[in-house]
């Protein structure tokens, strides 16, 4: 049986996960695996790679083929280059923290208001109202 490590499909139409698991080769894409070893978020900016070493490791050790996607995460991650003993590539970028959104407080601001409108309300004219009612009383 030859097994292979390959991507598995997720997520909706335009926003794509994957799972890196070992699979028979014979089996579909998102088919039955074998084992999941590892998570691909490539809409995610950086995008997250998460890899399980020791199973990668593993499974190569026994003969898994990986997929040309896979090869080029697993050299990102530096476990290819590990299983074939070369030197490990530079680190992968994290990504860094947002800052909090600043308060409204921080600005300093305090609330002075009513709660009431700022513009006034119009009144309706008294003067077009009285003639249309008169008209009506005298027919």
Avoid: C
Avoid at 81 to 98: H, I, N
């Amino acid at each position: 049986m030859a097994v292979k490590i390959k991507l598995k499909r997720l997520g909706k139409i335009r926003s794509p996960h994957y799972r890196i698991v070992v699979a028979d080769s014979r089996t579909r894409r998102d088919g039955r695996a074998i084992e999941e070893i590892g998570k691909y978020h490539p809409t995610y900016n950086p995008s997250v790679m998460e890899v399980d070493a020791e199973r990668v490791a593993y499974w190569l050790g026994v003969g898994a083929q990986p997929t040309e996607p896979v090869l080029a995460i697993l050299k990102k991650t530096g476990d290819w280059q590990k299983f074939k003993g070369e030197p490990a590539p530079a680190p992968l970028l994290v990504a860094a923290e947002k800052p909090a959104r600043p308060t409204f407080e921080a600005f300093g601001g305090e609330d002075d208001g009513k709660g009431e409108a700022i513009t006034q309300k119009k009144k309706a004219d008294k003067k077009d109202e009285a003639p249309a009612e008169s008209a009506s009383s005298e027919a």
